[in-house]
């Protein structure tokens, strides 16, 4: 198997990621959703122990029908603050984030997405992506469907992470600090509309 990875600036491309790779014949519980909601734009997610039905008005509230949206549900991740999230990775870095909480486990977000595959300075652009308010798509796939996979995220607007990288450094950044803490609904409307919208 074999992770592949999108970061979306709108949660609407990353829904419809989703569901194309549903479509594609990738199973929902091979599939991960993690969106940023410190805007509280998902206000009808559940908190994500509630289960696996938590949030199933949210699926059709993202303008779709999928299996994945429909179990969103809420958590807080060290260092991103409040997401919506379902599947594998959610588990994970809810996970992590509970025994982080007991001074247990350490890693987080960058700990789940590498121990998938992803390498490190990824992890590191999606980890910020997702803090700076954008949506993470993630999908263990065969070998031989890792292509058609990838062609999905970015055929919906995903994120080259090489890029947004290099914006994040020309402002200083040089990686995922968990320590920094979450990003204001203010700031994210700011980055959202800054990745959206761009001048020039």
């Known amino acids: 198997m074999k992770t592949v990875t999108g970061l979306f600036d709108s949660y609407d491309d990353a829904s419809t990621a989703v569901i194309a790779l549903e479509n594609a014949g990738i199973y929902a519980k091979d599939i991960s959703i993690v969106s940023n909601n410190a805007d509280g734009r998902h206000e ?3 908190n994500a ?4 039905s938590a949030g199933a008005g949210l699926g059709v509230l993202a ?3 999928s299996g994945l949206l429909a179990g969103l549900g809420m958590l ?5 603050g409040p997401v919506v999230a379902a599947g594998w990775l959610a588990a994970t870095a809810a996970g992590a984030a509970a025994g982080a909480a007991v001074g247990g486990a350490a890693g987080g977000i960058i700990g789940a997405l590498t121990d998938s595959g992803v390498s490190e300075t990824d992890a590191h652009v999606y980890a910020e992506g997702v803090r700076r308010g954008g949506t993470l798509v993630t999908a263990k796939v065969d070998e031989s469907r890792a292509a058609d ?3 999905i995220l970015s055929g919906s607007n995903g994120v080259d992470p090489a890029s947004r990288r290099q914006a994040y450094e020309q402002s200083g950044w040089t ?3 968990p320590k920094l803490g979450p990003y204001t609904a203010d700031e994210i409307k700011r980055e959202r509309e ?6 020039g």
């Open 44 to 46: 009808h997610a559940s």
């Open 49 to 52: 122990a509630e289960g696996a």
């Open 63 to 65: 303008g779709g029908v």
């Open 76 to 80: 807080a991740i060290p260092g991103v």
């Open 149 to 151: 996979a990838e062609t």
């Open 175 to 177: 990686g995922f600090d």
């Open 194 to 199: 800054r990745n959206l919208y761009p001048i």
